[in-house]
């Protein structure tokens, strides 16, 4: 299947035009540096209205986007993502996988949260050309973990799906972006800020623009490494 690229001549590596659905899978990589150049209302509309044939439980499309304009409610965000990033920066340099739920941390998570630490990127996403705040209705999104003793995972089935495609969706306008999560550890005040309804989580802050450079090799492991035959154990998956 070959897609066509709307604006891409754009994009300063020359970029091909029109791509394979396989290559535009493999290069969607994440953006966090744009030019200036603005991203209009019709741009975001298109993209939307792509992205919302995306599956979801029981087709109740529970999503929810804040096409956020207001630079005064985009500044906001940062302190508000600050403790979480603190957190993070300072698991990786202990060698640990920020916020896991199932490896406990040896440091002192409260503590790190408020001493100061840059985490690369985060005041380019807010002043990104566009930025999409996406949340998720939890009264009609279908649990089915819900009874199990482990952190939720089924309910994000219901809005990433559509997340992910917002993304794609950039790609064919010739835009990229990044799907980041740490609003949500101010969900409160997140609500607040823009008036989202109590039941509404937020899922996902996405910036996007226009890339500064179209990366094409993403770094993932082979299939062999995460697919096996009949059991967890069982021999590697392979063609
Ligand atoms: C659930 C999820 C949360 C993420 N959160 C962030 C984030 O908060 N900040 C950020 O810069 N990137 C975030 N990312 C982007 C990842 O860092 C990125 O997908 C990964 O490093 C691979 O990079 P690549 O897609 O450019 O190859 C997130 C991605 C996912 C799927």
Redesign the pocket.
């Known amino acids: 299947m070959t897609l066509v690229l709307g604006s891409s001549t754009d994009l300063d590596n020359g970029y091909r035009l029109s791509m394979e659905l396989s290559e535009v899978m493999r290069t ?3 953006c ?1 540096q744009w030019t200036d150049e603005p991203v209009d209302d019709a741009t975001i509309y298109r993209i939307l209205d792509n992205a919302r044939f995306a599956p979801n439980g029981g087709n109740r499309q529970g999503w929810h986007v804040t096409v956020v304009k207001d630079r005064a409610i985009r500044e906001q965000f940062k302190p508000l993502i600050k403790p979480a990033t603190n957190q993070y920066v300072a698991q990786v340099a202990a060698g640990e996988a920020p916020w896991n739920t199932i490896v406990p941390s040896a440091i002192d998570l409260e503590a790190e949260r408020s001493i100061d630490k840059n985490f690369p ?1 985060v005041n380019e ?1 807010i002043e990104a050309p566009a930025v999409l705040v996406i949340s998720v209705d939890l009264s009609v999104v279908c649990s089915f973990d819900s009874i199990l003793d482990r952190v939720g995972v089924i309910s994000g089935a219901s809005i ?1 799906p559509f997340v992910w495609n917002i993304l794609l969706a950039a790609r064919e306008e010739g835009l990229a972006g ?5 609003l949500s550890y101010a969900e409160a005040e997140v609500q607040q800020l823009l008036g989202l309804p109590e039941h509404y989580a937020v899922a ?1 802050m996405v910036p996007l623009g226009h890339p500064v450079k179209q ?1 094409t090799k ?3 492991n082979p299939v062999e490494d995460f697919a096996n035959i009949d059991r967890f154990d069982g021999a590697p998956f392979t063609a």
């Not at 990044?178 to 740490?182: E, Q, R, S, W």
Request: hydrophobic share 40%; charged share 20%; net charge positive.
């Open positions: 969607t990589f994440s966090r990127g996403m990433y990044v799907l980041t999560t740490y996902a990366l993403l770094k993932r």
